[in-house]
């Protein structure tokens, strides 16, 4: 496997190959609070987004791709990626009415070219980051097994199946400490790390939420954002 360098010695773009590890990670809900707050708030939140990113990048960390609230980083050393997104998502929780990270990490032969990645480990990343819960980080066995760090935990959740992927992936969570409970907005899915003055009781439950906008949207229709079991 040889070393990534985006042009070779005269200045022309080359093609490489190389084992790293990468990361994929999006924003929770991004498509209903664009729906709900509009197009503006959208690239605010997104230029926020990226501004928390490159605060977060370690060591060799760097993005490589963003499509949308869509962002792949890639490093030659997971562990790098591993301190970069758990900072991010402390960043992250930081910042008032913002929305929640889900992210996937895998570790692999990746091929450049054109300023693109190919190969299956970013597939395989991909599943993974859609397996993420919101707030969850998890990780492929081969990640984890490339860490070198007592600065992180894991815990097995099990072996996978993923559309197109050849073999079962076992899948690890990135575990965090002292991960603080906040409430989400259920109309456009932000956190609330500040206490609101919007809220609505309806069936015996107190619900929150970012703006009296948000509170109407809900009161007109509780049922449409909230599972209701009997």
């Given at each position: 496997?040889?070393?990534?360098?985006?042009?070779?010695?005269?200045?022309?773009r080359?093609?490489?190959?190389?084992?790293?590890?990468?990361?994929m990670?999006?924003?929770?809900?991004?498509?209903?609070?664009?729906?709900?707050?509009?197009?503006?708030?959208?690239?605010?939140?997104?230029?926020?987004?990226?501004?928390?990113?490159?605060?977060?990048?370690?060591?060799?960390?760097?993005?490589?791709?963003?499509?949308?609230?869509?962002i792949?980083?890639?490093?030659?050393?997971?562990?790098?990626?591993?301190?970069?997104?758990?900072?991010?998502?402390?960043?992250?929780?930081e910042e008032?009415?913002?929305?929640?990270?889900?992210?996937?990490?895998?570790?692999?032969?990746?091929?450049?070219?054109?300023?693109?990645?190919?190969?299956?480990?970013?597939?395989?990343?991909?599943?993974?980051?859609?397996l993420?819960?919101r707030?969850?980080?998890?990780?492929?066995s081969?990640?984890?097994?490339?860490?070198?760090?007592?600065?992180f935990?894991f815990?097995?959740?099990?072996?996978?199946?993923?559309?197109?992927?050849?073999?079962?992936?076992?899948?690890?969570?990135?575990?965090?400490?002292?991960?603080?409970s906040?409430?989400?907005?259920?109309?456009?899915?932000?956190?609330?790390?500040?206490?609101?003055?919007?809220?609505?009781?309806?069936?015996?439950?107190?619900?929150?939420?970012?703006?009296?906008?948000?509170?109407?949207?809900?009161?007109?229709?509780?049922?449409?954002?909230?599972?209701?079991?009997?």
């Open positions: 496997i040889t070393k990534l360098r985006d042009f070779d010695d005269r200045g022309l080359i093609e490489m190959e190389k084992n790293a590890a990468i990361l990670a999006d924003l929770s809900g991004y498509t209903a609070m664009t729906d709900v707050h509009g197009g503006a708030s959208a690239a605010k939140m997104i230029s926020k987004y990226i501004e928390l990113v490159n605060k977060s990048l370690s060591g060799q960390s760097k993005i490589v791709q963003r499509v949308g609230d869509q792949v980083l890639v490093s030659d050393h997971p562990r790098d990626l591993g301190t970069t997104i758990l900072k991010l998502i402390d960043f992250i929780l008032d009415n913002f929305l929640s990270l889900h992210a996937g990490l895998h570790y692999g032969p990746i091929h450049y070219a054109n300023d693109n990645l190919f190969g299956s480990t970013i597939n395989v990343a991909s599943r993974i980051m859609n993420a819960a707030g969850q980080v998890l990780c492929s081969k990640f984890v097994e490339q860490i070198e760090s007592d600065l935990s815990s097995s959740i099990g072996k996978f199946k993923f559309k197109n992927v050849l073999h079962e992936v076992q899948i690890f969570e990135l575990l965090r400490e002292n991960v603080p906040v409430p989400i907005d259920p109309v456009c899915h932000m956190h609330l790390s500040t206490p609101t003055k919007f809220s609505y009781e309806w069936s015996g439950t107190t619900f929150y939420f970012c703006s009296d906008h948000c509170r109407n949207i809900f009161a007109t229709d509780p049922h449409a954002f909230v599972m209701v079991t009997e």
